[in-house]
């Protein structure tokens, strides 16, 4: 067992925290009270060489590892959950998503813009009446020659707004739950398919969130991910790998609150002495420094075990591990966001302060991606083995 990352691993880490530093963190707040994507973000991100982070080269992307794109995902939460909510959308829900159920000829097409940054992902499962449960989607397809002719409602899409492809899930046979749900590529410049309102948010603000309308939109067969009435092989196989990773995003919140608290408890005094002389606050940051390290390791075990077990892998128990970091990492991030707030006192809880904008964000963590409740029934399934 080796805990160190290796130098390509530590190099991207440093890359992301520098471009971080300069393009992210001094625009945060703005990003935060305006509820506005940044202009000429992806744009940046592109130039960065994350855009398709886990993608094979022969499209564009850059063939790394899920670690790797956790490492992203946690430098750019540490200046902005936000940026790396939208960016994960992307990266991992569509294009890694992509470059593991698509066809070659649908590769080929959608994923060189997709790396590039030419063209924005997001994923579309989530409806008004089913988001736990999943297989209860109500949105049909219905087979029409060569196209299929798609109808229904998606809600809290990220990047919904502004993207170009969206990997879709429908009922192509309603009859048949789980077995009977179709997944495909779709173009969001087809017929048939709008916006029909952006959603305001407690947190995560600047990363568009959509409620997505689909009216006789039209959708070619030839972009059927994987094989109709098998979606549910394209959605489970996405599951572990997307639990793994947004853990990431908890691990960048809970750093982020830990140091900011460090500085503040070092540079605010009363009673004569920094807060940080306290035996209270220094329980504080001590507890907050042991839930991220217990987080880390459990964040970066079961992204290397999700990559493995992806890859066709075998033995690694990875369901409940997944949804484990997960689980543990969204709860850290809450409980170590609330404690940074805590430990700034009133200025925690101004908005000029970051850490309250760190704790709304952390919420998200528990509820997306599948919420809390059922990742404990995930672990809890697997261990008793029912
Ligand atoms: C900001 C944001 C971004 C999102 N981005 C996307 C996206 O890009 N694509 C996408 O498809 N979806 C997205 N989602 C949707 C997200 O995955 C769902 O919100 C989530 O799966 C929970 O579904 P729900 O909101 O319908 O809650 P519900 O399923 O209605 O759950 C309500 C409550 O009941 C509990 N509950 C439900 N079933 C059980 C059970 N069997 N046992 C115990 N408790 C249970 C839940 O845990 C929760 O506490 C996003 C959501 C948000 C808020």
């Known amino acids: 067992m080796d805990f160190r990352f290796s130098d390509q691993h530590v190099m991207l880490r440093e890359s992301v925290r520098n471009f971080a530093a300069k393009e992210i963190r001094p625009i945060a707040e703005e990003i935060d009270s305006e509820d506005e994507w940044p202009e000429g973000m992806w744009g940046k991100l592109a130039d960065l060489g994350v855009m398709g982070i886990t993608v094979d080269e022969e499209y564009g992307g850059a063939g790394a590892d899920l670690l790797s794109a956790v490492i992203v995902l946690e430098e750019l939460s540490k200046a902005s959950p936000s940026i790396a909510l939208s960016w994960g959308a992307h990266a991992n829900l569509c294009c890694n998503n992509l470059n593991h159920n698509a066809n070659a000829a649908q590769k080929k097409k959608y994923l060189p813009p997709l790396c590039s940054g030419k063209h924005i992902g997001a ?3 989530t409806e008004p009446n089913a988001g736990s449960d999943a297989v209860n989607i109500q949105t049909v397809a219905v087979r029409n020659g060569d196209h299929y002719v798609v109808n229904g409602t998606k809600m809290f899409i990220t990047n919904g707004t502004i993207a170009n492809t969206v990997i879709l899930y429908t009922k192509t046979d309603r009859a048949m739950g789980a077995k009977g749900i179709t997944a495909f590529i779709l173009d969001t410049a087809s017929r048939g398919f709008s916006v029909s309102r952006k959603l305001k948010k407690y947190g995560h603000r600047g990363s568009p969130t959509a409620e997505l309308v689909f009216e006789d939109c039209r959708i070619p067969a030839e972009n059927v991910l994987g094989a109709e009435n098998r979606g549910i092989n394209v959605l489970m196989s996405g599951l572990d790998v997307e ?17 900011l ?3 503040y408890a070092k540079e605010r005094v009363q009673f004569g002495k920094p807060i940080g002389a306290f035996q209270l606050i220094q329980a504080k940051l001590a507890d907050m420094y042991t839930q991220l390290e217990a987080g880390k390791m459990l964040c970066y075990k079961a992204a290397v075990l999700a990559d493995q077990a992806a890859r066709g892998g075998k033995g690694t ?5 997944s949804a484990a970091s997960i689980l543990f990492n969204a709860e850290m991030a809450s409980r170590v966001a609330d404690q940074a ?11 000029e302060y ?3 904008r760190f704790l709304r964000d952390a919420k998200l963590i528990e509820i997306g991606a599948g919420t809390s409740e059922i990742r404990r029934l995930i672990i809890a399934r697997e261990i008793l083995g029912i």
Request: charged share 15%; proline share 2%; glycine share 14%.
């Open 354 to 356: 970051p850490v309250q």
């Open 341 to 351: 707030v805590q430990i700034h006192g009133g200025y925690g809880y101004m908005l």
């Open 243 to 259: 639990r793994a990773f947004y853990a990431g995003e908890s691990i960048g919140i809970a750093e982020a609150c830990l140091e």
């Open 261 to 263: 608290s460090v500085k």
């Open 123 to 125: 994923l579309g499962l």
């Open 317 to 321: 128990e990875i369901h409940k591990l």
